[in-house]
């Protein structure tokens, strides 16, 4: 763990060689409706992700399929030249439809051509993380991911990949992944109601592997948890704010990356997760996804 100092809640985690705070920022609704085409507020947009970085985040979680190509753009024109201490994480394995779905795009010349197109539209000669993104919209699915992985393992060696991570994926994949190349993080689908990784998380804790769970606030709309409500009351917080509490809580190997086109509910997110829970409502909160 590195010892630079922030105020965000969470603290820091070391991604290979790289510092983050554990508080990041998705941009994936920085986009149009359904990921798609532009934001209505152009300049609204840049002010969000300014605001990320002047808040002290240094880890902006990103794709080159979110729009397409709308947000990499959009971080490019809000903050290149990125600081020395901003680190942008990006994912390859999906492309988008017409119909504005999500097909795989795990194929060797697929994640080259996506390696280079998130180069491009970044304005980066290397970069610092990418995710392969495998299974589906409807979660991970099992099957080996040697050939896509390897391939990203060529680019990587080529130097245009600093570290590599897995999204969506089994705890199978993450070992087989692991086999062939170290990888510094997971991304996959968790919050406190959604619970299935909580052995993976637990191990890769254990070896210094960063777990960023995606939608992190999902399950909660409309709220269905009672436990949730009653504990946010409380607090006078949000449920919201609790549920990423709970998450900054649930294992130090946990970094956040809420995503929002507001830069009011982007404080309001980075305020609540600095909430601090008693270890009687985390009991409280533990029993919703059990």
């Known amino acids: 763990m590195s010892t630079l100092s922030t105020s965000l ?8 060689d790289l510092t983050v705070t554990r508080f990041g920022y998705g941009a994936m609704q920085l986009a149009g409706p359904g990921v798609m085409g532009p934001p209505a507020d152009h300049n609204g947009a840049l002010a ?27 971080i490019r024109e809000a903050l290149h030249p990125f600081p020395e201490s901003l680190h942008i994480v990006t994912k390859v394995g999906a492309t988008r439809d017409q119909q504005g779905g999500w097909p795989p795009a795990r194929q060797p010349e697929d994640l080259r051509r996506s390696v ?10 290397v970069l610092d993380l990418v995710n392969l993104r495998l299974g589906n919209a409807e979660g991970p699915q ?18 245009l990949i600093r570290h590599l991570g897995v999204s969506n994926a089994t705890a199978e994949q993450v070992t087989e992944a692991q086999a062939i190349a170290p990888i510094v993080c997971v991304q996959n689908m ?12 637990d191990e890769l804790a254990e070896e210094g592997i960063a777990y960023v769970p995606f939608f992190p606030l999902g399950g909660f709309s409309p709220l269905q948890s009672s436990a949730l409500s009653t504990v946010a009351a409380r607090l006078d917080a949000t449920p919201m704010s609790v549920a990423l509490a709970w998450l900054l809580q649930r294992s130090p190997n946990i970094l956040l990356i809420p995503g929002t086109s507001s830069i009011a509910h982007l404080r309001e997110n980075v305020a609540g997760a600095g909430l601090s829970l008693s270890d009687e409502e985390l009991a409280e909160l533990d029993k919703i996804g059990h």
């Not at 280079?116 to 000669?125: C, I, K, P, Q």
């Open 9 to 16: 809640p969470g603290g820091t985690w070391t991604l290979g």
């Open 142 to 159: 099992p099957g080996s991911l040697a050939e896509p992985f390897e391939t990203l393992v060529e680019l990587q060696q080529q130097g």
């Open 190 to 201: 968790y919050n406190l109601a959604f619970r299935h990784d909580d052995k993976l998380i």
């Open 116 to 125: 280079y197109e998130n180069l491009e539209t970044l304005g980066l000669e």
């Open 48 to 74: 969000v992700l300014r605001e990320a970085v002047d808040l002290g985040i240094t880890h902006i979680d990103t794709s080159n399929a979110y729009g397409p190509r709308v947000t990499n753009r959009l």
